[in-house]
Nanobody, 120 residues
């Protein structure tokens, strides 16, 4: 079974920075992508950033230039460096792992989520 362990978020002042990490453990055949999603109160979960094989990344428009996703392939760990935080970045951030199993099926795993609160 695959588990995702996210680092703690926290309370940060607007304009501040934060780094989130998420480590995957368990039996993983092949990682196809790692990503961060977020869900603000009363809103739907949205994709914030994704990194796929080869290091190709994509970002939510509202975080471009402020958020950076990176990955340590050897440790199956994904990071999200967040800078210039805004109150509207307040949300629960979820780590997502997509893998290819030995049976050829696509598997999707989620972390429990970590709360990031940005004060104005």
């Amino acid at each position: 079974q695959v588990q995702l362990e996210e680092s703690e978020g926290g309370l940060v002042q607007a304009g501040g920075s934060l780094r989130l990490s998420c480590a995957a453990s368990g039996t993983i055949f092949r990682v196809t992508s790692m990503a961060w999603y977020r869900q603000a109160p009363g809103k739907q979960r949205e994709l914030v950033a994704r990194i796929i094989s080869g290091g190709i990344t994509n970002y939510l428009d509202s975080v471009k230039g402020r958020f950076t996703i990176s990955r340590d392939n050897a440790k199956n760990t994904v990071f999200l460096q967040i800078t210039s935080l805004k109150p509207e970045d307040t949300a629960v951030y979820y780590c997502n792992l997509a893998t290819l199993s030995t049976r050829g099926s696509m598997e999707n795993y989620w972390g429990k989520g970590t709360l990031v609160t940005v004060s104005s």
